[in-house]
């Protein structure tokens, strides 16, 4: 079992920049994990996912604003967040899951139903 806690939500302008962290409460290193954000009534959004060898991915509304990143020795999963709009206020999780297979296919991926591992969320608010 890994717990998972996120932190660095907050409010700030379009345009601006934030980072999230996720610590969890072992290794991470045999790990996948990912980046997911909801609104109410909106089913849950991938956001990015990396899996243990670095690879990278990224929901298309993202691409080129947000980096995933991961520090193993500090078992710790980042989010970059830059030029922010509006629309990324959200409630973002940091989910988990082991290994890198899921469904035959090896790597990242934004399917949430790969991630047993979830936390609590952290708010970013977008003001205009």
């Known amino acids: 079992q890994i717990q998972l806690a996120e932190s660095g939500g907050g409010s700030v302008q379009a345009g601006g920049s934030l980072r999230l962290s996720c610590e969890a409460s072992?290794?991470?290193?045999?790990?996948?994990m990912g980046w997911f954000r909801q609104v109410p009534g909106i089913e849950r959004e991938g956001v990015a996912a990396?899996?243990?060898?670095?690879?990278?991915k990224y929901g298309d509304s993202v691409k080129g604003r947000f980096t995933i990143s991961r520090d193993n020795a500090k078992n710790t999963l980042y989010l970059q967040m830059n030029s922010l709009k509006p629309e990324d206020a959200s409630t973002y999780y940091c989910?988990?899951?082991?290994?890198?297979?899921?469904?035959?296919?090896?790597?990242?991926?934004?399917?949430?139903?790969?991630?047993?591992?979830w936390g609590q969320g952290t708010q970013v608010t977008v003001s205009p």
């Open positions: 989910a988990a899951r082991a290994g890198s297979w899921y469904r035959d296919s090896r790597g990242p991926t934004l399917d949430r139903t790969a991630f047993p591992y």
């Open positions: 072992r290794d991470i290193k045999q790990y996948s």
């Open positions: 990396i899996d243990t060898d670095g690879n990278t």
